[in-house]
T-cell receptor, first 112, second 118 residues
Framework: NAGVTQTPKFQVLKTGQSMTLQCAQD?????MYWYRQDPGMGLRLIYY???????DKGEVPNGYNVSRLNKREFSLRLESAAPSQTSVYFC???????????FGPGTRLTVL | AQTVTQSQPEMSVQEAETVTLSCTYD???????LFWYKQPPSRQMILVIR??????QNATENRFSVNFQKAAKSFSLKISDSQLGDAAMYFC???????????????FGTGTRLTIIP
């Protein structure tokens, strides 16, 4: 069991560039989440997906889009990156019988 | 809106001693979950302990225990026999149920950086 995996681990973008952060889980979980973590703050929810085919906005969705490709994969896309999106991004998943979310290792994104 | 407050940005403790990290939260719900997550320098978020609000008994996991005071909306983490490997950022989190399909979001505090002094 790899748990929750994220690619890439690090990325540097220029303002205006686009990119997709990939997340996959092998625990057969229904729910998946994208968070961002900024210095001095806890994690904040960007988008979530309660099941395959559904996505919903979280606390800070502006500037992002997501795709729940299948039960395993949940991607986060930045269409036109801005310096304010410099952050560490975490993907998480949760199964129906679990009370906790399982986190991936994170992606450190820098937008210049 | 639910909020989680960690008022101690940094704490330090001597190895083998005991330390308590504070967390308070605000909610109008009666049933919820609270969590402590650890984030070492590797950046990985690791669940330390969880507490169901309907349980009066405080949760315990080996050297980690909580003091859950529901009326005071307080949820502190006690680490006994501190070890060098306990050095990390510790986040308190509140589980809020979202409106659809029983899904949830975690609301996090701003974290406490714990240093272990050898």
């Amino acid at each position: 069991n790899a748990g929750v995996t994220q690619t890439p681990k690090f990325q540097v973008l220029k303002t205006g560039q686009s990119m997709t952060l990939q997340c996959a889980q092998d625990m057969n979980h229904n729910s998946m989440y994208w968070y961002r973590q900024d210095p001095g703050m806890g994690l904040r929810l960007i988008y979530y997906s309660a099941s395959e085919g559904t996505t919903d906005k979280g606390e800070v969705p502006n500037g992002y889009n997501v795709s729940r490709l299948n039960k395993r994969e949940f991607s986060l896309r930045l269409e036109s990156a801005a310096p304010s999106q410099t952050s560490v991004y975490f993907c998480a998943s949760r199964g129906a019988t679990h009370n906790e979310q399982f986190f991936g290792p994170g992606t450190r994104l820098t937008v210049l | 809106a639910q909020t989680v407050t960690q008022s101690q940005p940094e704490m330090s403790v001597q190895e083998a001693e005991t330390v308590t990290l504070s967390c308070t939260y605000d909610t109008s719900e009666s049933d919820y979950y609270l969590f402590w997550y650890k984030q070492p320098p590797s950046r990985q978020m690791i669940l330390v302990i969880r507490q169901e609000a309907y349980k009066q008994q405080n949760a315990t996991e080996n050297r980690f225990s909580v003091n859950f005071q529901k009326a005071a909306k307080s949820f502190s983490l006690k680490i006994s026999d501190s070890q060098l490997g306990d050095a990390a950022m510790y986040f308190c989190a509140y589980r809020m149920l979202l409106s659809n399909f029983g899904n949830e979001k975690l609301t996090f505090g701003t974290g406490t950086r714990l240093t272990i002094i050898p």
